[in-house]
């Protein structure tokens, strides 16, 4: 598999995710390559939490896909 067309899978199934800041968090995290911090500010959270968001969003995401 291209990795074009590993980031078209995950955007995809990452899309079947309900609009909630961990939606937001993996999406900009693995689709737009933003970091962390850059993140975190974006969304109006500290690191640590946007850290959890991502966890958090990555477990939805397990459960959705």
Do not use: W
């Not at 999406?27 to 690191?47: D, L, Q, W």
């Amino acid at each position: 598999i291209k990795k074009r067309d590993a980031i078209i899978e995950i955007d995809r199934a990452i899309h079947k995710l309900p609009e909630t800041k961990e939606k937001t968090v993996l999406a900009e995290y693995y689709i737009g390559r933003m970091t962390i911090p850059k993140i975190a500010e974006g969304i109006g959270v500290s690191v640590r939490h946007c850290h959890r968001l991502k966890q958090n969003g990555f477990k939805m995401f397990l459960e959705v896909n």
